[in-house]
């Protein structure tokens, strides 16, 4: 099995300021084939779904405001706020979906300072 | 819209069985790879399986702490996944989301609460 791990655990972070969260699996997810990561990202606000943000480990989900951002390849993977607003506060979990059991990472809770 | 309703959930003793619904709308239901998703009281997301669709073969992979307890199944004509979830344990206890698989998990529901407790 794919382990995810995420950190910071949690993080405050001022409005406006940008918010870094780092994911990690403990193997590849770089599908060499198609040369894409099997890497995604979600938000989930509380008594909420989650809400997909991101995918193929950079591609933005439509709607999804831009100063989201994801990058990083193979093992290790960064999401960025670069605006933190209000209404982005929230847990974010990390997913591998490169092979079966699908994998999420264990959350990081953001809040603001 | 596109949109996924689950229903089903409730209290069930130990060792109990029930079975959850997700009705799919919006979307091509029959040509879409489907998993459930459960997500225990304060705790992270886990996968709990998924169901191909039927033109890829209808086949069903489930994780480790429900494999042989749990099935998922699916009814194009319905438009519906399901779940029948047996010999239940207290650590089943948690919101189950139906989600539509593309690759990443695109569409939710809102999820349905199943409690296991005597």
């Known amino acids: 099995d794919i382990v995810m791990t995420q950190s910071p655990d949690s993080l405050a972070v001022s409005l406006g300021e940008r918010a870094t969260i780092n994911c990690k699996s403990s193997?590849?997810?770089?599908?060499?084939?198609?040369?894409?990561?099997?890497l995604a990202w979600y938000q989930q606000k509380p008594g909420q779904p989650p809400k997909l943000l991101i995918y193929?480990?950079?591609t933005r989900e439509s709607g999804v405001p831009d100063r989201f951002s994801g990058s990083g390849s193979g093992t290790d993977f960064t999401l960025t706020i670069s605006s933190l607003q209000a209404e982005d506060v929230a847990v974010y979990y990390c997913q591998q979906y490169y092979s079966t059991p699908l994998t999420f990472g264990p959350g990081t809770k953001v809040d603001i300072k | 819209e596109v949109q996924l309703v689950e229903s089903g959930g409730g209290l069930v003793k130990p060792g109990g069985s029930l079975k959850l619904s997700c009705a799919a709308s919006?979307?091509?239901?029959?040509?879409?790879?489907m998993s459930w998703v459960r997500q225990a009281p304060g705790k992270g997301l886990e996968w709990v399986g998924r169901i191909k669709s039927i033109t890829d073969g209808g086949t069903t992979e489930y994780a480790a702490p429900v494999k042989g307890r749990f099935t998922i199944s699916r009814d194009d004509s319905k438009n519906t996944l399901y779940v029948q979830m047996n010999s239940l344990k207290t650590e089943d206890t948690a919101v189950y989301y139906c989600?539509?698989?593309?690759?990443?998990?695109?569409?939710w529901g809102q999820g349905t609460m199943v409690t296991v407790s005597s």
């Open positions: 919006g979307f091509t239901f029959s040509d879409a790879w």
């Open positions: 193997q590849s997810v770089l599908y060499s084939s198609n040369n894409e990561n099997y």
């Open positions: 193929w480990a950079s």
């Open positions: 989600t539509k698989y593309g690759g990443a998990f695109d569409i």
